[in-house]
């Protein structure tokens, strides 16, 4: 596709479901990076992917939190027993290089557990 | 964790008028990055500064780093409504891969 996509857009999860949450990176970029941004703050930094690799998750929360990115493209980010405090926007970026450079993210998935 | 300050944190103000935003750390970056963000969508790219003393426009926007790469502006001209936003700067952490973001700044430009 021309951009990052991520689904679902919205996600309400009663507290204690599982959530996995799809990103869908620009074809052929090497870098992708989860982000959380809670209600009036900038992304945080959640774990990073250099094709399949997961090279840093040093930003994911807890234990609950899982990501994953089997064959270089799609990722998946699970949050397990989601908690009220999980409630965020989920972005999702991808870049070309294996470094940062520009970061094309995506819509985002507003997760809301209730 | 190198922290990013930005300023203000909200800022309303009437078409045609000029503003400056703010980016301050104790920190120093190889580079900055300014984003743009809008309801319900991603942050959006503006401009990467690299070099102290840099400044680079982008049509109405001016953007600054500062001479000892800790502090960034972002000034805009004639603020129109399409302007509203917020406004999000970032720079490369240790890690050379990840950003660390500031809270932003929220823009609302009324007719």
């Known amino acids: 596709g021309a951009g990052v996509s991520q689904s679902p857009r919205y996600k309400v999860a009663k507290r204690g479901q599982d959530v996995a949450l799809r990103c869908d990176p620009i074809s052929g970029h090497v870098s992708l990076f989860w982000y959380q941004q809670a209600l009036g703050q900038g992304p945080e930094f959640l774990t990073y992917?250099?094709?399949?690799?997961?090279?840093?998750k040093s930003g994911l929360p807890s234990d609950r939190f899982f990501a994953e990115r089997p064959e270089g493209s799609v990722s998946t980010l699970k949050i397990q027993r989601t908690q009220q405090e999980d409630s965020a926007v989920y972005l999702c970026a991808s870049s070309p290089r294996r470094i940062q450079g520009e970061a094309f993210f995506g819509q985002g998935t507003r997760l809301t557990v209730v | 964790t190198q922290l990013l300050e930005q300023s203000p944190q909200f800022l309303s103000i009437q078409e045609g008028e000029n503003l400056t935003v703010y980016c301050n750390s104790s920190?120093?970056?190889?580079?900055l990055q300014w984003y743009r963000q809008e309801p319900g969508e991603g942050p959006v790219l503006l401009v990467t500064?690299?070099?102290?003393?840099e400044v680079k426009k982008l049509k109405r926007l001016t953007f600054q780093f500062g001479d000892a790469r800790k502090d960034s502006s972002l000034h805009i001209t004639a603020a129109q409504t399409g302007d509203t936003g917020l406004y999000l700067c970032a720079g490369l952490s240790n890690s050379g891969y990840a950003l660390n973001f500031g809270k932003g700044t929220s823009l609302l430009v009324t007719p």
């Open positions: 992917f250099q094709n399949e690799a997961q090279l840093d």
């Open positions: 500064v690299v070099t102290g003393g």
């Open positions: 920190s120093v970056f190889s580079s």
